[in-house]
């Protein structure tokens, strides 16, 4: 498990907090494995 967090003052789009999980995801090397990415406010 890992979470990607933003500071209170900042709300990325959708899109954009999907881009960060596949971007991370491929800087370790787990982007061919399967995930759950999930958005929680």
Request: glycine share 0%; hydrophobic share 35%.
């Amino acid at each position: 498990h890992y979470i990607l967090s933003w500071p209170a003052h900042e709300s990325p789009r959708s899109e954009q907090l999907f881009d960060c999980v596949r971007h991370t995801l491929k800087s370790l090397e787990l982007s061919k494995h399967q995930y759950v990415a999930a958005v929680h406010t």
